[in-house]
């Protein structure tokens, strides 16, 4: 077995390619693989029922047929802020009237940056901009415009799964770099979408290799640049990893050897919406490489699963200096500190993940709860496999 094969599809694309067949009454062709669908991606697909679709599952392969109704009773998301905001902006698109919940870590975030753009659409065109460089806000945008048509502004590039995904439905966008004029669409073409590895889920077995001593290469990852800057950082954090684009995939790959030539890790504003969830990940890979890591501008992190900040320094002190900030944190990896505890459980997906990782690598005990389902099924799985190898 080879570690790519415990690797879930991209949990974005799936969510989209899903919730995107609610647009069209054409079929919808979906090929997602065996493997585990991430438990946020599984919560996009369940609801499709609700809205009268019809689906079928045969070996990996979703057909999705019939016109999209409004359901009758209000969409669990499950976990999924992802799922929430898309159905959000499909609403505003259909004019539909339904209510959405979900499970008490969603609910508990704010959503008001999604509500108040909600505002702005009473049937007509609509110019605005971004309240926060967001790829869920930017896609809530993109899908509510649809109706009557919009432009949207933006500072920074986020991740282009809901672009990639209306372009093959037919929809026109006109974009620049730094706008996307969306124009009306009714009759959304269907589409199949092959789905490929999940960059985030990727660069979390690239870690736990890398701390298990292990080479590794993993390939059929999805192919945007964007979503493969957090392998970019643990390169300059002086790990040793290579990473090659091709025409429809990427293969990354790295030996647990420590490259010479290393870098203190800093993060502004403008890479931070690109690595937003792997910002944890990347301060741990480089503050056990003896380097400095510093991250600012990073307040949405805050509103994460859990408040991401603030568990990320509750793990990280327990190791190394750290220091907080309202915005975001730094870690001095030069000290290294003897464990004086043990690391912390969460119901937060990655920080559980981090908590693994963190006492696999410095010898502490830890056990996992379930909560990495949610966006690894196979994590678990995938550091049994890298301690027996």
Partial sequence: MLIEDFIPVDKSSAIRAFLFSLLTTEKVEIFCGENDLPRDALSAFKCLKLFDKTVENKNGKITVLGIAKTPEKPVDCGNSATMMHILMGIREYFGWNFGLTGDESLMSRDHGDFEEAAKLYDGGFVE?????????????????MLKSGGKLHFKAKTRRNTEELLLK??????????????????????YNVTLQKDPSSA????????????????SNIYPEKLRMEPFRFLAESGYDIEIKYEENSCTVSGTPKV???AEHI???????????????????????????????????????ESDRIAESVKRLSLLFETAEFADGFSVCGGKKYSLKGDFPHSLDH????????????????????????????????????????
């Fill in 259 to 261: 490259c010479e030539k």
């Fill in 203 to 218: 660069f979390i077995a690239a870690c736990a290799a890398l701390i298990c001593k292990k080479s590794f290469e993993i």
């Fill in 169 to 190: 439905m037919g929809v026109k966008l006109v974009e620049s770099e730094a706008l996307i004029e969306v124009l009306p669409a009714k009759n959304l073409h269907g």
């Fill in 266 to 304: 800093e993060i502004d504003a403008e890479k931070v919406s690109a690595v937003i969830d792997e910002i944890p990940f990347i301060a741990f890979m480089t503050a056990r490489n003896g380097l400095d890591f510093c991250v600012k501008e990073a307040k949405w992190l805050r509103n994460k």
């Fill in 350 to 389: 990655r920080m559980e993940m981090l908590s693994f990782l963190m006492a696999k690598d410095s010898g502490a005990g830890f056990k996992m709860n379930d909560s990495y389902k949610i966006s690894f099924p196979k994590f678990y799985e995938l550091t049994e496999y890298l301690k027996n190898d």
């Fill in 128 to 144: 605005t901009g971004l309240a926060k460089e967001s790829a869920q806000l930017k896609s809530f945008h993109l899908l509510a």
